[in-house]
C-alpha cells in the first residue's frame, strides 16, 4: 500500500500536475575526482564520481485543486544521470517499484524498506531519477522515512547524513555495469 502512495506522488510530480514549481534551498560546492569540459554552454563541465554542486529543491504540484510538495535532493553536473540509481542498485540490489517519468526510455526507480545507515535501524523508501538534456544533467533522490515524513524537509533529523551519504557514495562509484545492463533490457 505504501508503495501505491509513492508511486502515485511520483507520477504527480512528474507527469501529471498542471503546474510545477521549485525552491532552491542549499547548494553543495563542486565535487569530483576528474571534471571534463563539454561543449554544452548550459553545462561547461561535468564531473566524474562528482557533481558541480548538490541543491535540495522543494517541488510543488497542483493537480485540479490539491497542491503536493516533495523535497529531492539534486547532484548537478554529474557525468551521469544514473550515478544514484546506480548506487542504490550496488548497494541495495534491484528495485521494488519502476514508475515511467514521462516517456518509455526513463524510469524513476524506487527502493523500499531498505537501511540507509548502518547504525539506525530505521528503513526508508528512496526514490531514484536523473535528467540528461541539452539543459541540465542530474543524479537526484527523493527520500521518506518508514511514517512516510520526507528526510529531506529543512528540519529533519536525517537531511544532513543523507546528503553526506549519497555524496560520498557518489565519489566511490564503481566501474561495474550490471546495474546499467540490467536497466537497458527494462527500456528495451
Not at 537531511?159 to 550490471?178: M, V
Given at each position: 500500500?505504501?508503495?501505491?502512495k509513492y508511486t502515485f506522488v511520483l507520477m504527480?510530480?512528474?507527469?501529471?500536475?498542471?503546474?510545477?514549481?521549485?525552491?532552491?534551498?542549499?547548494?553543495?560546492k563542486p565535487a569530483g575526482d576528474d571534471r571534463?569540459?563539454?561543449?554544452?554552454?548550459?553545462?561547461?563541465?561535468?564531473?566524474?564520481?562528482?557533481?558541480?554542486?548538490?541543491?535540495?529543491?522543494?517541488?510543488?504540484?497542483?493537480?485540479?485543486?490539491?497542491?503536493?510538495?516533495?523535497?529531492?535532493?539534486?547532484?548537478?553536473?554529474?557525468?551521469?544521470?544514473?550515478?544514484?540509481?546506480?548506487?542504490?542498485?550496488?548497494?541495495?540490489?534491484?528495485?521494488?517499484?519502476?514508475?515511467?517519468?514521462?516517456?518509455?526510455?526513463?524510469?524513476?526507480?524506487?527502493?523500499?524498506?531498505?537501511?540507509?545507515?548502518?547504525?539506525?535501524?530505521?528503513?526508508?523508501?528512496?526514490?531514484?531519477?536523473?535528467?540528461?538534456?541539452?539543459?541540465?544533467?542530474?543524479?537526484?533522490?527523493?527520500?521518506?522515512?518508514s511514517k512516510n515524513n520526507d528526510c529531506l524537509?529543512?528540519?529533519?533529523?536525517?537531511?544532513?547524513?543523507?546528503?553526506?551519504?549519497?555524496?560520498?557514495?557518489?565519489?566511490?562509484?564503481?566501474?561495474?555495469?550490471?546495474?546499467?545492463?540490467?536497466?537497458?533490457?527494462?527500456?528495451?
Open positions: 500500500m505504501k508503495f501505491l504527480l510530480l512528474f507527469c501529471f500536475s498542471n503546474s510545477l514549481h521549485s525552491q532552491r534551498l542549499k547548494k553543495g571534463k569540459e563539454t561543449s554544452n554552454p548550459n553545462m561547461p563541465y561535468i564531473y566524474k564520481n562528482g557533481f558541480s554542486n548538490y541543491e535540495v529543491i522543494k517541488l510543488i504540484t497542483v493537480s485540479n485543486k490539491d497542491t503536493s510538495a516533495v523535497y529531492t535532493l539534486k547532484f548537478n553536473a554529474a557525468a551521469s544521470a544514473m550515478y544514484t540509481k546506480k548506487i542504490l542498485f550496488d548497494k541495495f540490489g534491484k528495485w521494488t517499484t519502476a514508475v515511467p517519468a514521462g516517456d518509455n526510455r526513463n524510469y524513476i526507480l524506487i527502493w523500499g524498506n531498505i537501511k540507509l545507515f548502518d547504525d539506525k535501524e530505521e528503513l526508508f523508501t528512496v526514490a531514484a531519477h536523473g535528467i540528461e538534456s541539452r539543459e541540465e544533467i542530474f543524479s537526484s533522490v527523493m527520500v521518506f522515512d524537509t529543512e528540519n529533519n533529523e536525517y537531511k544532513s547524513e543523507i546528503i553526506t551519504l549519497f555524496t560520498n557514495y557518489i565519489h566511490k562509484i564503481n566501474k561495474d555495469d550490471t546495474f546499467y545492463a540490467l536497466y537497458r533490457t527494462m527500456i528495451n
